[in-house]
């Protein structure tokens, strides 16, 4: 056995410090979490806990309103990452080009994504109001509609309305990555595609679009595992409604937790949640990187 040097130790004794504090607002939280999830805890009853086993997961997995939360969930998640994907290309290819301005461009695509989430909460649900709201005045003064409408109050356009919003401040990001992603590209290829004779379409797809699986792969997985935990434009934007419209798995968490004050099924619900998240992105690590 090698004998531990002066210097390891001392590292040792400056991480332990760290480590505590780790353990301590991350570690714990976690197992207390995992451990409330057992009992019945409702703080409607304080001194009644009793231990029931996995009967929490068992109520949650076999309510129907819990699976028509993660259908919502899995319909908010499909639109959104495939938009941010789609637009997040178009933006880093534009900006790998050359053209004057490109650079104050990038500073400014960053805006959005250094906004606090719940400042871009409160922004778009002023866009979206139905009587002062940036939205209505626009299509108004454009004629595109003849009076007022009240876009959060529609059934069928709640989640695409609350997924634009989350478009809107995970877009940057995504085009960064991408855009790191096609720097990447050895220009080599582009110029033997020219010689011989490839037209822009034809070296996007057997070129571009191949190299850019990478930072698909990582935009997809990062988007993926963001929409399906999302919370904040739900709470800020609809509180789950209109009618439970948008009535997503975040959300009935936070209800049955904090309004319901039944800690225990909360707690369940989210370790539900925690792991299908990491089935999730172990699904995508994997069938992607297959395409790699």
């Known amino acids: 056995m090698r004998a531990v040097t002066h210097d390891e130790r001392a ?16 570690a714990f ?31 949650v997995l076999s309510s129907p309103a819990f699976w028509g939360s993660v259908g919502r969930t899995a319909l908010f998640s499909a639109l959104a990452v495939a938009a941010i994907l789609v637009i997040a290309t178009l933006v880093a290819l534009l900006l790998d080009q050359e053209f004057p301005g490109r650079r104050i461009l990038s500073a400014c695509l960053l805006i959005p994504w250094a906004i606090p989430s719940v400042v871009n909460g409160l922004m778009w649900k002023w866009i979206y109001d139905s009587n002062y709201g940036a939205l209505n005045g626009l299509l108004l003064q454009l004629g595109f509609i003849g009076s007022a409408t009240i876009w959060l109050g529609d059934s069928n356009r709640t989640l695409p309305l609350i997924a634009n919003a989350f478009i809107w401040k995970e877009v940057p990001l995504a085009a960064i990555l991408l855009l790191v992603t096609l720097k990447s590209i050895p220009a080599d290829l582009y110029g033997a595609a020219a010689v011989d ?22 935009v997809t997985l990062y988007e993926a595992m963001m929409a399906v935990r999302h919370f904040d434009l739900f709470f800020l934007l609809t509180e789950g409604g209109p009618g439970g419209a948008s009535d997503v798995v975040a959300w009935r968490i ?39």
């Open 11 to 26: 590292a040792a004794g400056l991480l332990a410090g760290l480590v505590a504090v780790l353990m301590a607002v991350t």
């Open 29 to 59: 939280p976690i197992l207390y979490s995992l451990w409330i999830s057992l009992f019945a805890v409702n703080l409607r009853r304080p001194n009644r806990m009793p231990f029931v086993g996995l009967d929490n997961y068992i109520a």
């Open 197 to 218: 004779g490839a037209p822009a379409w034809r070296r996007f797809f057997a070129i571009t679009l191949p190299a850019l699986r990478p930072g698909f792969l990582l």
């Open 254 to 292: 936070y209800v049955e937790t904090f309004r319901n004050l039944s800690f225990g099924t909360g707690a369940a619900m989210s370790y539900i949640l925690a792991i299908a998240t990491l089935l999730m992105s172990y699904a995508l690590i994997r069938g992607m990187a297959r395409t790699l």
